[in-house]
């Protein structure tokens, strides 16, 4: 079936340092991708989306890429704070009804 | 606007038993989801609703029955809980395709 493949499963990185986050999906009609990011103990919330029609897309420290061509698509945080601490999901639209098909997530530690 | 609600917070279960896993939005949101997230594994679509009167199948329905009658409910029944049920169960609502999903808090749900 359809899925999407999420790297690195954890992630390490110095507080003010940037963090990158890789995604690849299988589906080449897919033309939606969100993040979510998830705080210990709360459901996922969406912190940035792309759409198939837009290369890149920016906001504030957050930023995310897409490659249509090899189906691959990236999150970038920037001048990471320990706010930033957390589990993020990326995911894509698949199928009838553009059903969302999450990755696996990466556990992101921001160290001070 | 309490947006997406869950009930119950937690439950144990016995082998064999049934429940009903409650959820309510008040965003006047057509989609509704019922997603389970595994230690590692992310989120897995359960089964999904375009509407009231209108469920399908996701990912792994196997062991779950769903109904929507309004708006705003979709409650997520397990008829004979088995511990592969054992999950965390988050419930999530959209006003369409390629749309912000909007999360519930999880339901906790153990079965032994």
């Known amino acids: 079936g359809e899925n999407v493949e999420q790297h690195p499963s954890t992630l390490s990185v110095q507080e003010g340092d940037s963090a990158v986050i890789k995604c690849t999906y299988s589906?080449?009609?897919?033309?939606?991708f969100p993040w979510y990011k998830q705080e210990l103990g709360k459901g996922p919330q969406l912190i940035i989306d792309?759409?198939?029609?837009?290369g890149e897309k920016k906001d504030q420290r957050i930023a995310v890429t897409l490659n249509k061509t090899a189906k691959h698509f990236s999150l970038h945080i920037t001048e990471t704070q320990p706010e930033d601490s957390a589990v993020y999901f990326c995911?894509?639209?698949?199928?009838?009804?553009?059903?969302?098909?999450f990755g696996k997530g990466t556990r992101l530690h921001i160290l001070p | 606007n309490a947006g997406v609600t869950q009930t119950p917070k937690f439950r144990i279960l016995k082998i064999g038993q049934s429940m009903t896993l409650q959820c309510t939005q008040d965003?006047?949101?057509?989609?509704m989801y019922w997603y389970r997230q595994d230690p590692g594994m992310g989120l897995k679509l359960i089964y999904y609703?375009?509407?009231?009167?209108?469920?399908d199948k996701g990912e792994v329905p196997n062991g779950y029955n769903v109904s929507r009658s309004t708006t705003e409910d979709f409650p997520l029944r397990l008829e004979l809980a088995a511990p592969s049920q054992t999950s965390v169960y988050f419930c999530?609502?959209?006003?369409?395709?390629?749309?912000?999903?909007?999360f519930g808090p999880g339901t906790r749900l153990t079965v032994t």
């Open positions: 609703s375009v509407g009231a009167g209108i469920t």
């Open positions: 965003m006047n949101h057509n989609y």
């Open positions: 999530a609502s959209s006003s369409g395709t390629g749309r912000e999903q909007y």
């Open positions: 792309i759409r198939s029609n837009v």
């Open positions: 995911a894509a639209s698949i199928g009838r009804d553009d059903k969302i098909i």
């Open positions: 589906d080449s009609a897919s033309n939606y």
